[in-house]
């Protein structure tokens, strides 16, 4: 009996022993199916970004090409601007985007209509009549004898 009871016992251990290989094979199995579904997302995963960085480059692209693009415009705009403003001076219109070159242009308009008025105040205080000065009357009848002679023999009046 006692060897029968160690049989039962070894044959309980060994079916323990097979009972826990058997889940620790399920557990394997499930875990290798949850690495390849993993390894799965990550390639996937790997894909999109190779995408994203695709896109990005192609965006940078894009980007740096529309740069150029408006810088070419700001230029030809303040070329414009100039041409459009005689009497404001090169150098005063300056800036890098459309919005700069507009504060830039008004600002000049500003000074320059100040130093317009400036030299409008000062001209009228110096204002020198133009043309020849008046005729003086050469009526004889204002002049006494004496200055009626004088003035024929081309005398003093």
């Known amino acids: 009996m006692e060897e029968q009871n160690v049989m039962n016992a070894v044959e ?19 875990s290798l199916a949850r690495i390849n579904t993993l390894e799965t997302a990550l390639k996937e995963r790997e894909s999109e970004l190779e995408e994203s960085h695709q896109e990005a480059g ?11 693009e408006l810088t070419k415009a700001v ?3 303040r070329t414009l601007a100039v041409k459009a403003n005689p009497g404001i001076t ?3 219109i ?11 242009l008004v ?8 130093i317009r008025q400036e030299l409008e105040k000062e ?17 004889m009848t204002e002049l006494s004898a004496r200055e009626k002679i004088n003035y024929g023999i081309g005398g003093k009046k």
Do not use: C, F, H, M
Not at 12 to 27: P, Y
């Open 123 to 139: 001209g009228s205080r110096l204002r020198v009549p133009v043309g020849a000065p008046g005729r003086v009357s050469n009526s």
């Open 94 to 104: 300056s800036g890098d985007t459309i919005e700069a070159v507009d504060a830039s």
């Open 75 to 77: 230029i030809s705009y």
């Open 58 to 68: 192609d965006l940078q692209a894009k980007l740096a090409l529309t740069t150029g």
């Open 107 to 114: 600002k000049a308009q500003k000074l320059t209509d100040r």
């Open 90 to 92: 090169e150098d005063l």
């Open 12 to 30: 309980a251990r060994i079916n323990q022993l097979e009972q826990t290989a058997a889940d620790k094979d399920v557990q394997i199995t499930e």
